[in-house]
């Protein structure tokens, strides 16, 4: 089974959160964890990122951490995705070693793929595709968006924004290369984590 599915963290760590983690990764189809705490210090991030480190590496899943290239650092994650307000790229790839993987959001704009690419990342994130309640205010994306990128870069295309069980499979049918999913999983009224993930086939 090849794993498509980009993970993104929950917003708060609960106690109960690293239980959940272990059963969703057992599924054996997620590639990517970004870990993505805007609300929490750098020390805490650290202390929870090392904790995940190991559950991600036990399960074989690359663990991503969001914004921080310094963080990423301290955890020895394996990369470091990075917004439109963060470090440049250029300066991320100084910080960390040259194998580790840096992604960069460019939301719906042809301009920032077309920067981006210049900088060499090892894979973009284009979005938001449906209406998303991690980031309610961010632009619907034009979906002929993902063709025109598979033509400009061989590069792995990110799909973020609103993905749940029920829109995943359009997605696919464009060509994308991961789903990142984050609410569907951890904030889904009705469906326990493991149960969540298993929707995506």
């Known amino acids: 089974m090849s794993r498509f599915i980009y993970l993104i963290s929950p917003n708060k760590i609960s106690p109960k959160f690293y239980k959940d983690l272990e059963d969703v990764l057992s599924t054996r189809k997620v590639k990517y964890f970004q870990l993505r705490l805007k609300k929490y210090s750098v020390s805490e991030i650290v202390k929870i990122g090392k904790k995940i480190k190991y559950i991600t590496k036990k399960h074989k899943v690359k663990l991503i951490i969001n914004d921080s290239p310094l963080i990423a ?108 999913i984050s609410s569907f999983i951890w904030n889904n009224p009705r469906l326990k984590p493991k149960k969540a993930i298993k929707q995506f086939n």
Request: proline share 4%; aromatic share 6%.
């Open 73 to 180: 650092k301290k955890i020895n994650a394996d990369g470091c995705h990075l917004g439109q307000s963060d470090k440049p790229i250029e300066k991320a790839r100084r910080i960390l070693k040259k194998n580790k993987i840096l992604g960069v959001t460019c939301h719906g704009s042809k301009e920032l793929i077309l920067n981006a690419l210049i900088k060499k990342p090892n894979y973009i994130a284009l979005g938001s595709f449906f209406k998303s309640k991690l980031k309610p205010k961010a632009k619907k994306v034009k979906k002929n968006l993902v063709g025109w990128c598979k033509q400009k870069t061989k590069l792995p295309i990110v799909a973020i924004g609103g993905i749940n069980g029920r829109n995943y499979k359009s997605l696919i049918k464009l060509g994308v290369n991961y789903l990142a």
